[in-house]
T-cell receptor
Framework: DAKTTQPNSMESNEEEPVHLPCNHS???????IHWYRQLPSQGPEYVIH???SNVNNRMASLAIAEDRKSSTLILHRATLRDAAVYYCILRLTRASYDKVIFGPGTSLSVIP | DGGITQSPKYLFRKEGQNVTLSCEQN?????MYWYRQDPGQGLRLIYYSQIVNDFQKGDIAEGYSVSREKKESFPLTVTSAQKNPTAFYLC??????????????FGQGTRLTVV
């Protein structure tokens, strides 16, 4: 199964942009890249997902490398509420199964 | 409002007892998942189901069992065979629309403690 690798932790100053990297060198052509974030003792919250093209929504942007072996989640202006663990996930949708594999996550700290 | 509900939020179990965690969704999603999370760790997949009456083992299925008799429900039983069941358990559901991937929705979790 394809895996993801992320830095264990990152820091950002409030109101500055944050770039959270994720490597997924064994990704296959039909795997979607999802990002979720999780606050302590809560379920993960969806942030964004994409397949090949860069994606934007109200929460963030997702930049996907041309070879799809890496991606970057971009928070345009970090706020204190963005402090969470961010998971880069591959959704494996092949003929025989459909499951979501979680990577280790990046703990983001936002400094006021 | 549509969503995914886990119950109870907190659960205590004596050693040697089986216990069942509930997960219900009204999102009409085909796929449902159970994850386990230990303190300071990421999520590990226990079981998943793509369709009613079908489910597959994840990475850490030993000591757990599931059923999928209805589309809305995917209960997880933690059996006495699970040696270290104290953890935070998360249920999720997802679907695809017109062949395109969509987001997964997570419940708020059940914290199981063995006493």
């Amino acid at each position: 199964d394809a895996k993801t690798t992320q830095p264990n932790s990152m820091e950002s100053n409030e109101e500055e942009p944050v770039h959270l990297p994720c490597n997924h060198s064994t990704i296959s052509g039909t795997d979607y890249i999802h990002w979720y974030r999780q606050l302590p003792s809560q379920g993960p919250e969806y942030v964004i997902h994409g397949l090949t093209s860069n994606v934007n929504n109200r929460m963030a942007s997702l930049a996907i490398a041309e070879d799809r072996k890496s991606s970057t989640l971009i928070l345009h202006r970090a706020t204190l509420r963005d402090a969470a663990v961010y998971y880069c996930i591959l959704r494996l949708t092949r003929a025989s199964y459909d499951k979501v594999i979680f990577g280790p996550g990046t703990s983001l700290s936002v400094i006021p | 409002d549509g969503g995914i509900t886990q119950s109870p939020k907190y659960l205590f179990r004596k050693e040697g007892q089986n216990v069942t965690l509930s997960c219900e969704q009204n999102l009409n999603h085909d796929a449902m998942y159970w994850y386990r999370q230990d303190p300071g760790q990421g999520l590990r997949l226990i079981y998943y189901s793509q369709i009613v009456n079908d489910f597959q083992k994840g990475d850490i299925a030993e000591g757990y069992s599931v059923s999928r008799e209805k589309k809305e429900s995917f209960p997880l039983t933690v059996t006495s065979a699970q040696k270290n069941p104290t953890a935070f358990y998360l249920c999720a559901s997802s679907t695809r629309q017109q062949g395109r991937d969509t987001e997964a929705f997570f419940g708020q979790g059940t914290r199981l403690t063995v006493v």
